[in-house]
């Protein structure tokens, strides 16, 4: 993951400025992938410091002069807080400076991030703050304004390709999840779970296979991104062969082929839209069961209309 960290040009600019000395005192890394922001906040930890010790030390959190809050599998509170201010009032072990990296900080409440405030605006000499977050919503307002800014966007198809190629080489469907992951790179490897399973139960699902089963099991599911990214390109590719441009497909199965000669091409340029609706509805805390059966039940008459037109 390094690599893919280490193309982007807010490492780039970060690992200047720290070779240089002019890292800012607070820094705030925008990721939208939070299962690899610590991971990415840790490369960057390293550009820091410098040297291949310190990067190996830190990949392990265990550099005694870079603190990463909070412990893993834990949540930020006020004793979190206490304890960051408190460990900032002692001196560097090694060196003279000493760096806390603060994950997941869209997750601290607003009591955290204002007990840390004052700390951000005047830490003491040799202290530096690396902060990660998703977004930048959930980050107050006076802690923005104190922080530079670094935001990454959303990985090229190509690089998360590339990415997956070099961390699952065994695996198949490389390319439909890397299509499918909106460019991020925890996406396409759940994408790539149980040798492509969501891609499987997307064909299922414009099939009409045991669709209310589908819908059933796509409720109890605690991650629903992965089987909405598929579905999201399996239409985009339904459509691509509906419309006679396959070449544009990531996936074609004998399945998809013959989906696509049932779907007129403006019923699936609908079924897209409707698709991202459902995904919203969903994250608002609509039923996921029956807001996938509706999703169904209205590509279904969007497909009636167009063969009506046809």
């Not at 040009?9 to 610590?38: C, I, K």
């Not at 065994?170 to 996406?187: F, L």
């Amino acid at each position: 993951m390094n690599l893919l960290f280490q193309e982007t040009t807010a490492y780039r600019l970060f690992a200047a400025e720290a070779r240089q000395g002019e890292t800012a005192h607070t820094t705030l890394v925008l990721f939208p992938d939070g299962e690899y922001l610590r991971a990415l906040l840790k490369t960057f930890a390293a550009a820091f410091f410098g040297g291949e010790r310190a990067a190996s030390l830190i990949a392990r959190e265990s550099f005694s002069d870079c603190h990463i809050y909070p412990a893993a599998g834990q949540k930020y509170s006020v004793d979190v807080a206490n304890d960051i201010v408190d460990e900032s009032a002692l001196r560097p072990v090694e060196g003279t400076k000493k760096l806390f990296v603060l994950d997941a900080f869209h997750t601290a409440m607003p009591i955290v991030q204002n007990k840390l405030l004052k700390l951000l605006e005047e830490p003491p000499e040799g202290v530096y703050f690396l902060i990660g977050a998703t977004s930048e919503h959930a980050v107050l307002p006076t802690v923005l304004s104190r922080a530079e800014k670094f935001s990454i966007e959303p990985f090229s198809e190509k690089q998360i390709e590339d990415a997956l190629r070099r961390n699952h080489v065994r695996d198949e469907g490389v390319r439909e999840a890397a299509a499918a992951s909106g460019g991020i790179y925890s996406s396409a490897e759940k994408l790539l779970l149980d040798g492509g399973a969501e891609f499987l139960d997307a064909e299922r699902f414009f099939a009409g296979r045991n669709i209310e089963a589908l819908c059933r099991d796509l409720g109890e599911k605690k991650d629903k991104g992965a089987f909405f990214a598929a579905l999201k390109l399996v239409a985009r590719d339904l459509m691509f062969l509906s419309a006679g441009q396959g070449a544009f497909c990531a996936r074609k199965t004998e399945e998809t082929r013959r989906l696509a000669g049932e779907y007129p091409c403006g019923a699936l340029i609908s079924a897209v839209g409707m698709i991202g609706e459902a995904e919203r509805d969903i994250k608002f805390n609509a039923n996921p069961a029956q807001a996938a059966l509706a999703l169904y039940v209205r590509i279904q008459k969007e497909k009636t209309k167009w063969q009506k037109l046809s």
